[in-house]
């Protein structure tokens, strides 16, 4: 059973209350409990159901948010490793609408230590016979298999980043899914395509050479927030 | 860009840590649900928010990630590629821009001008590849520097991204909003010709929204014609040959993209070859192809992504000599 002024101040924050103070039980918060004091001799208690997932700094991690469109997006807030939502140890990214100015939601960010479990799982999982030993035709399987997923989830993708990011929610959807799909499609079919190159006739015939093409490892990868998800081709829009 | 970057690294086997921007973290974050419903074992995509300057660094830092791929600004990327040093990490840089696009008086004036507002003004001005300096022959300026008023003030409709209507949102957040703002103040200041727009949206102050603005009569060593602004913000600029055209085409640190129209098959070809530019353009802007390499020279980034090129940033060559009976 933990406090967290952290989460009081968002609880603040989305309430507009002042002040509060928060109880937790266990790690699923089935009552939330909210009592305000408005002064040092009466409190007033509300109760409310909120059903959410509370990491130990009492961010939640997962958030529900309805978009400007209307559409209702479940959407985690913590660091992807190992295949699982965790807690980041970094300060909380505000997401701004840039339309409004408003906040969308908080999501939380990686510290130094975070990154550091990040490329050990990463470094794990490079070795790991589940990835090193799968056969290309199969890696590319899964990249087809992801671009699928993409395309059946193009909507809320597309209503996330127009929220986000300003551009028009048409060209996000039209344009830019239409690329992200396209060019993991594209590279799913190179994955069992490349190969590396054999020489003959060196030495005096004592001597063959050929070349591995390997992957490099752990590859970091910042992207920027023009083009979040995919760089779009422009031409679409013009008509 | 995460498609840019996941498809080649996943695809020769890799393993990621991806950083989106603090501006945008949300949609891929909503990406990330989808890494582990489409089998990829655990570990191979990590997908961490964080702040640049923590997270970030870290990472560009870290002695055990073999290689590093940034999209971004030059002046961040420089940091990146110092940080990177530590471990001699293998290093893709897709970085900023500032393309030409060139508009010979045998071209097709109109569709020039189509091509010259989408180079621009697409994205709310917010694209690497942009062709931002236009520069036009001296018979055509005037006529050119209309149409392309014309097409803008009809095309560019600035509004809710929401909205069906709306060609142009808002920047991206208030330090970009301040950035494009100033260099629209710069251009005034440089004595350059406002032909349309000029600051901010007056009906729209309720977020970041900024008139497209084409600044005409715009000299070389103006800090419009020279740097990066990021923003809806053109600058229009006369020559009278082609050599001079090419002078002023790579007079730029600059070299990701560019455009030339014609309707010279011969010009056309024997300008592409002569711009110092990644990547050329033949009569249209913005139309590049996920087939074809993308990517710049000078600061404008090192290595390529995109087609069989992108491969190449994911992969390293081990060769391999079999001794088949030399003895010593």
């Known amino acids: 059973m933990r406090s967290g002024p952290s989460f009081s101040s968002q609880v603040m924050e989305r309430a507009c209350i002042a002040p509060v103070r928060v109880i937790h039980f266990y790690k699923y918060v089935v009552i939330l409990i909210i009592y305000c004091e408005t002064s040092q001799r009466s409190k007033e208690v509300l109760w409310s159901l909120n059903f959410c997932r509370l990491n130990h700094t009492g961010m939640a991690l997962t958030i529900q948010l309805t978009a400007p469109n209307g559409l209702k997006i479940s959407l985690p807030t913590g660091l992807f490793i190992n295949n699982k939502f965790v807690s980041g140890s970094g300060k909380p990214i505000a997401s701004i609408n840039p339309s409004n100015r408003q906040v969308i939601c908080a999501v939380q960010s990686a510290s130094v230590e975070d990154i550091d479990h990040a490329v050990e799982v990463a470094r794990h999982a490079f070795y790991d016979s589940s990835w090193r030993c799968l056969s290309s035709s199969d890696r590319g399987a899964l990249l087809f298999k992801l671009a699928d997923l993409i395309n059946e989830e193009k909507v809320s993708l597309a209503t996330l980043e127009a929220w986000n990011n300003g551009k028009p929610y048409t060209s996000a959807l039209e344009e830019d899914l239409s690329e992200v799909i396209a060019t993991i499609r594209y590279y799913a079919g190179w994955a069992d395509k490349f190969q590396g190159q054999t020489m003959t006739g060196l030495g005096d015939g004592l001597k063959f050479a050929y070349t591995l093409r390997e992957p490099v490892g752990v590859c970091g990868q910042i992207i920027p927030w023009n083009y979040p998800l995919c760089k779009c081709f422009c031409v679409q829009v013009f008509t | ?328």
């Open chain 2, 1 to 328: 860009m995460a498609a840019w970057k996941l498809g080649p690294a996943l695809a020769t086997g890799n393993t990621v840590i991806l950083k989106p921007a603090e501006q945008t973290p949300l949609s891929i974050l909503y990406l990330a649900t989808l890494i582990h419903k489409a089998g990829f074992p655990p570990g191979v995509v990590n997908i961490v928010n964080g702040w640049g300057a923590v997270a970030g660094r870290a990472i560009a830092e870290h002695l055990d990630i073999d290689k590093i791929a940034f999209t971004g600004s030059t002046a961040t990327a420089k940091h990146i590629m110092k940080a990177a040093s530590a471990n001699l990490k293998n290093i893709t840089l897709e970085t900023g821009g500032k393309s030409p696009l060139l508009v010979f008086e045998d071209a097709d004036l109109e569709q020039a001008a189509r091509w010259a507002h989408i180079g621009i003004m697409c994205n709310q001005g917010q694209i690497c590849t942009a062709t931002s300096r236009i520069l036009v022959q001296k018979s055509i300026y005037e006529a050119f520097l209309d149409r392309f008023r014309q097409i803008t003030v009809e095309t560019s409709i600035v509004g809710d991204p929401f909205n069906e209507e709306t060609f142009q949102g808002p920047q991206v957040s208030e330090a970009q909003f301040d950035r494009v703002l100033d260099y629209i103040n710069i251009g005034k200041t440089e004595g350059a010709r406002v032909v349309t727009g000029g600051g901010q949206h007056e009906d729209l102050t309720q977020g970041y929204f900024i008139k497209p603005t084409i600044f005409a009569d715009v000299k070389q060593d103006m800090r419009i014609y020279q740097e990066e602004i990021f923003g809806p913000v053109a600058a229009v600029v006369p020559f009278k040959t082609e050599q001079e055209a090419l002078q002023m085409a790579n007079n730029s640190i600059y070299g990701l993209a560019s455009a030339v129209f014609t309707q010279s098959i011969e010009r056309a070809h024997r300008v592409a070859a002569g711009i110092q530019s990644g990547m050329v353009w033949i009569n249209s802007s913005q139309d590049a192809s996920i087939h074809m390499p993308f990517g710049g020279i000078k600061q404008s980034g090192i290595g390529r992504e995109l087609g069989e090129a992108g491969l190449d940033a994911y992969l390293q060559t081990k060769s391999v000599h079999v001794n088949l009976g030399m003895k010593i």
